[in-house]
């Protein structure tokens, strides 16, 4: 990613969590780590990624806190990736770009993946995104209030 | 991206939405988009990217049906990049994202720009998952079901 542009200290929160989890093999680790996965080997057999590419995404998520490194749980010499909480507050993110997948990217009966209630087996609702007010939030119901301006001296 | 893989036919809706909008680029346009920006030049000036790379997004995203193009509002000859009811549909993911940066990515009392409601002028209300039910959802309460593998043959 030759081009990418440090968004590290952007004013904009959205942007900042780009920076962080800005690329599809990030995210699908994730994925990958909400599904119970915690080795490099798995990891790597889900998704088919390079080795290079995948150490690189996992250290990179490590060093920003999204996973943390652990001894494995069954005593073996390997070492698991677990999300950290700071990891698990991405779970509205996943959510959502599965939803919109669902929502949009599949013919009408093509089949696909569910996620679903542990208890019910049932799929998760939707995200409904509410306004203070309990009323259903829309785009245009919005604005981004930018950081004013440095001030200028008041005189 | 030299070693992008094509997610187009995967059977997880998150890796799909991923092969759309699985970039940093694209997704801040899409931020951008529901900021109001319509123009190539709006969006190269708020984010600072190669106009080659911005052009390549862009062009993506309207292939995707995420970005509708469409004549300038003021009769300009400018071409206007508007979403789609399918791009409008990724707001929960850009919301999702940004409150996951205000939440972990800033020093207290750092400032970031906040998504207000355009009646209130109070922040939105952060992204509260829900079970059928209506208790909070956790990742630890949902499962993914994948497909079934292809049946072997009965006998």
Known sequence: MAQRKSLKNDACPMARSLDIVGDQWSLLIIRDAFDGMKR????????????????DRLKNLVHEGVLDLAPASDGSLYQEYVLTAKGKGLFPV????RHWG??????????????????????????????????????????????????????
């Open 94 to 97: 996943v959510v959502g770009l």
């Open 102 to 155: 669902e929502a949009h990217l599949y013919a009408k009966g093509e089949p696909h993946s569910v996620l679903v209630e542990r208890e019910s087996g049932k799929p998760v609702p939707k995200i409904a995104l509410r306004m203070r007010d309990g009323q259903a939030l829309t785009p245009e119901d919005t604005f981004v209030k930018k950081l004013p301006a440095k001030k200028a001296a008041a005189h």
């Open 40 to 55: 490099f080997g798995e990891f790597q057999q889900s998704l088919g990624v390079a080795k290079n590419i995948l150490a």
